[in-house]
């Protein structure tokens, strides 16, 4: 499981996500946004082609990457999601917090 992060010369903000995406990475995924001074308005986008499990915590963390990142105002793109991932998502509503595929 590793977490890698990079900003790109528009500021936004891509964070890849590989193996198991569970309470192991709190630590590592909290720091990936708040190295971002002023994330309301910045562009986060969470690959997960390489994550193959996720569990309740992830989502928790996500959720605390939304509200820190503006809420509703919030521009965060989840991707590369497998099918078990995608159905996660879709039973726990999240499809309708973030911008899916």
Same mark, same amino acid.
């Given at each position: #499981?590793?977490?890698?992060?990079?900003?790109? =010369?528009? =500021? &936004? &903000?891509?964070?890849?996500?590989?193996? !198991?995406?569970?309470?192991? @990475?709190? +630590?590592?995924?909290?720091?990936?946004?708040? +190295? &971002?001074?002023?994330?309301? =308005?910045?562009? $986060? @986008?969470?690959? #997960?082609?390489?994550? %193959?499990?996720? %569990?309740? *915590?992830?989502?928790?963390? @996500?959720? @605390?990457? !939304?509200?820190?990142?503006?809420?509703?105002?919030?521009? /965060? *793109?989840?991707? =590369?999601?497998? *099918?078990?991932?995608?159905? /996660? $998502?879709?039973? *726990?509503? $999240?499809?309708?917090?973030?911008?899916?595929?």
């Amino acid at each position: #499981m590793s977490l890698d992060t990079s900003i790109d =010369g528009n =500021g &936004v &903000v891509n964070i890849n996500i590989n193996g !198991r995406f569970d309470f192991n @990475l709190y +630590q590592e995924f909290r720091a990936a946004y708040k +190295q &971002v001074e002023n994330p309301t =308005g910045t562009t $986060f @986008l969470i690959d #997960m082609s390489g994550t %193959d499990y996720m %569990d309740s *915590s992830a989502l928790g963390m @996500l959720l @605390l990457l !939304r509200e820190r990142a503006g809420g509703d105002k919030s521009n /965060i *793109s989840i991707t =590369g999601c497998n *099918s078990e991932i995608k159905k /996660i $998502f879709s039973i *726990s509503n $999240f499809e309708r917090l973030f911008d899916i595929s």
